[in-house]
Nanobody, 127 residues
């Protein structure tokens, strides 16, 4: 059973940066798509970014709201994924979750495609 643990969240001012990490254990990390989702206090969980597994060439995809500001990456040797967030806005405030899709190696964006989820890390952007 794969386990995912997020870290790196916190309180940051508008325009600031944070880097989230997602450490994995117990799964087939290298071949899985790894995604980041977020959920604000009021609202549904939404897709943020994804990086495909090795067979996809690590293809990436981003939500329109974060394009040009966020960057997803992975280190397969460390079994860790990252989400670098820059130029943060108040609307980025949410709990951020990483997830792994074992059945899909490409850059999938739908939450039902992911079998394994972390517990989440809070990001708060103050204005």
């Amino acid at each position: 059973q794969m386990q995912l643990v997020e870290s790196g969240g916190g309180l940051v001012q508008v325009g600031g940066s944070l880097r989230l990490s997602c450490a994995s254990s117990g799964g087939t990390f290298g071949s899985d798509a790894l995604g980041w989702f977020r959920q604000a206090p009021v609202g549904r969980r939404e897709f943020v970014a994804v990086i495909g597994g090795r067979w996809s060439g690590h293809t990436t995809s981003y939500a329109d709201s974060v394009k040009g500001r966020f960057h997803i990456s992975r280190d397969n040797a460390k079994e860790t994924a990252y989400l670098q967030m820059k130029k943060l806005k108040p609307e980025d405030t949410a709990t951020y979750y990483c997830a792994a899709a074992e059945r899909y190696g490409g850059a999938v964006e739908l939450d039902w495609q992911y079998e394994n989820w972390g517990q989440g890390t809070q990001v708060t952007v103050s204005s």
